[in-house]
């Protein structure tokens, strides 16, 4: 492989692809690369084609996938066959540029773009107010009032004034027209550079020889006026667009860009977050954020960690608390231990998904694509037909008519219609931690019939409430009394050294919250029994199953349905906590606003019928399916998929895998790592079930807006286009009126920014 330029060098450091590449590796050992790539100079649907086209010419690249409406390419390449350097050489060539997705390199990109399309803006329309006051006096004049030679000396500074709108401020149209060709596509600019060069050249054979062919009426007002308008909107569609990028940009700033590596010898060393490595333990400055996934090392310390799950408040971290890359340390310098960097992070996970999202482009956005390939040609020939129909008419105002033609009924807000809104819904989702794999999901969710939702981490808090202890009576059986607090404030001081759920539950009970610990020692605990610690007077207690406490010689009778540990001297128990399962704070909500929606819902889980009837009833669902295996869950939407009706899944990402694929749109709780192993169409990152309500309603309203943005796109072709052919519109007319409409699509869109 040829040597990259200088300046794309750095492109091919493997620690600097980090930011914007995942790397994978199949079965058979062959590393294979995925980077995001941002892009520029992109104006239509049809350029994400040309830039595909380039890519998948390169050799090595294996699949390129280009969104229009995000501008960024997805580009799966082998390493072995082809450089990132030159995947971005070949969007050059194809007359777009390219960077890495990732921060710096972006936001240059975007605001060389922003200020370069300023000034094709700033140009064109100085140049179109000069010439319009060339053109006035031969509008306002009365016949033989304007000289001959005066008229001709006007229409000869429009010209001159009409030459840097054609060379500069129309470049990017004629380049766009001109690579469309040149790939045997017909893309959005070709009949619109089409009308401009029709317009200029008519204009300019009227102004040499105003006895020709030509006539001798000029076009150099309507024309400078249609560029201005048609680069006004394209101006604030690349701002929308810009703004889109700015919010996964954020996301990817939340990281530092260096870390404090603390050495084996206490010395400190600052380095690149991509060179850190799992172990590697960190110090973190009051203010910074953590640059990876790990747990505190040392100290405690607050952590605000709103940007990665929309929680306002800083969450307490004590020693050995998990800590989120990307969240900011409130509290104190602390020290940490990395456990995950890069894209297995959370944070990576977060990014992952939201670049995927911004690079599809879903079935509504396709179907509309090849509407709009089709409506070209009839664009064309419709045009051609006016012309030649007018020429026979009157053949003054046949290149007029032609223009008008070409213009009104370019395709700009049809293309604009459905990813404009949809990428705008992606956005407000993502927002409130609502993140999208797959941007079809959205509509789907919006027409579905049931939903499944299991219930265990999903409706219930991954960690269970302590509802109760009481004493063990002699006999084995379990009393009325209840376990006095010091009895109780022993045991969870001993369930405080372990990480089990439900010691954890007994070690969170607010009732035991002021009492003084236990100074255990030569704690141990045996997987699947329990634990057992020494009391400072030497005294051996267990903590765990029944028969584990009482040594294996009998077992204490406990409720059959709950939950439960024991806790006392080893072969002694004399208390038993049970524990249920604690409803998330929003679940009797949510459940609530999804009947009321109309929706069918019905409860998957594998617990026993009498634990699970009873979460149900608390809820108010009717539906219940328990003791249910994968399988059976499999089933249940099959089964109503085969009865007609459109199924969602609501699960927590990792069991359910199997349904979450069979249904018609999924949806997973996520939180830390599991996020990236999730197979769902949609992540809840906040855990929070009223963002599924949100997302079936705003899915609603997309579909709203999409249909009404359909509908004015096509209202205002029908509207126009009969004004066009009779020459009651002008050109320049035509110009705004496109404008307006792409306009007014995205403006439409914008509104389904308030999720």
Known sequence: MPAAPADLAVLDDPVEQQASTRWDTDAQGRRTAETSLLLSGMHCAACAGLIEAALLRQPGVERADVSAAGQRAQVRWDPQATRLSSLVLAIRAAGYDAAPDAAAPARALRQRERRTALWRLFVAAFCAMQIMMFATPAYVADAGELAPDLRQLLNWGSWLLSIPVMLFSAGPLFQGAWRSLRQRRLGMDVPVALGIAVAFVAGSGATFDPGGVFGHEVYFDSMA?????????????????????????SALAALPETAQRLMADGSIEAVSVHRLRPGDRVQVALGASFPADGRLASGSTQADESLLTGESMPVPKAQGDELVGGSVNLGTPVVMEVERVGADTRHGAIVSLMRQALTQRPALARRADAWAGPFLWAVLLLAAAAGVAWWWVE?????????????VTCPCALSLAVPSALLTSAGALARRGVLLQRLDALETLATIDRLFIDKTGTLTEDLPVCTGAHLVEATGGLSSVPAPPELMARAASLAAWSSHPLARALAAWPLLADAAPVAWHRVTEVAGQGLEGTDPQGHVWRLGQSAWVQGGARVVNAAPDAPHVFFGPVGQPVVCAAFDERLRSDAVEAIHALRQDGLQLTLLSGDSPARATRLATRLGLHDVQAQASPQDKLEAVAAAQRRGERVGMLGDGVNDAPVLAQADVSLAMGRGAMVSRLHADAVLTTNRLADVVTARRLGQRMLRVTRQNLIWAAAYNLACVPLALAGWLPPWAAGLGMALSSLLVVGNALRLTRA
């Open 225 to 249: 006026m249609f560029v201005s308008f048609l680069l006004g909107a394209r101006y604030l569609e690349t701002l929308a667009r810009h703004r889109a990028a700015e919010s996964l940009e």
């Open 395 to 407: 053949p003054a105002r046949a290149v007029a008519v032609a223009v008008a033609v070409l213009i």
